[in-house]
T-cell receptor
């Protein structure tokens, strides 16, 4: 079946540095991907919608200059956390919609990426 | 606008007992409804989804859910719990499978006692 892959699964970075998380759809093309953030023992909060070939759409309260999203191809979206601070430590999850008729528009989620800023 | 309410942040059942996880939604358009499971430190796995058609939806691992429009509910059930069912379960709604992201409930942690 369709798979969405995230990399890295875990990353530790120093405060003030930037870190990039990749989200790939492995066997389907995704014109739209979504980035979520999940704090421990909480639900997923949508951060932004990543659109291939155009600017991402950010949810209210999400700093677009801090969380840079690039959707350069139909199978890859990246989230870059710039000038990371300890409060950015979280679990980041991406998802992609498989729009092929055979999949019934199923949304697949990546495995998630743990970011720890020290 | 859509929202999801999951009643009960924690549910504990005995192995072999019925599992019932509650989900109520609010949507200004016909909803598409989903249940996902999340195991510790992992991403989300789709259990089942309702888009149109039959209101009783069967998913993986023996789970099923029934869409009740009159009650705006989409409760998740499983006749007999297994230890391996212990996880976090999320109900989600989308008003448009074409473009929009999912709106998630707060999640319900299922514990299965031996």
């Amino acid at each position: 079946g369709a798979v969405v892959s995230q990399h890295p699964s875990r990353v530790i970075c120093k405060s003030g540095t930037s870190v990039k998380i990749e989200c790939r759809s492995l066997d389907f093309q995704a014109t739209t991907m979504f980035w979520y953030r999940q704090f421990p023992k909480q639900s997923l909060m949508l951060m932004a919608t990543s659109n291939e070939g155009s600017k991402a759409t950010y949810e209210q309260g999400v700093e677009k200059d801090k969380f840079l999203i690039n959707h350069a191809s139909l199978t890859l979206s990246t989230l870059t956390v710039t000038s990371a601070h300890p409060e950015d430590s979280s679990f980041y999850i991406c998802s992609a919609r498989d729009r092929r008729l055979s999949s019934g528009n199923t949304i697949y989620f990546g495995e998630g990426s743990w970011l720890t800023v020290v | 606008a859509q929202s999801v309410t999951q009643l009960g942040s924690h549910v504990s059942v005995s192995e072999g007992a019925l599992v019932l996880l509650r989900c109520n939604y609010s949507s200004s358009v016909p909803p598409y409804l989903f249940w996902y499971v999340q195991y510790p430190n992992q991403g989300l796995q789709l259990l089942l989804k309702y888009t149109t058609g039959a209101t009783l939806v069967k998913g993986i691992n023996g789970f099923e859910a029934e869409f009740k429009k009159s009650e705006t509910s989409f409760h998740l059930t499983k006749p007999s719990a297994h230890m391996s069912d212990a996880a976090e379960y999320f109900c989600a709604v989308s008003g448009d499978t074409g473009r929009r992201a999912l709106t998630f409930g707060s999640g319900t942690r299922l514990q299965v006692q031996p």
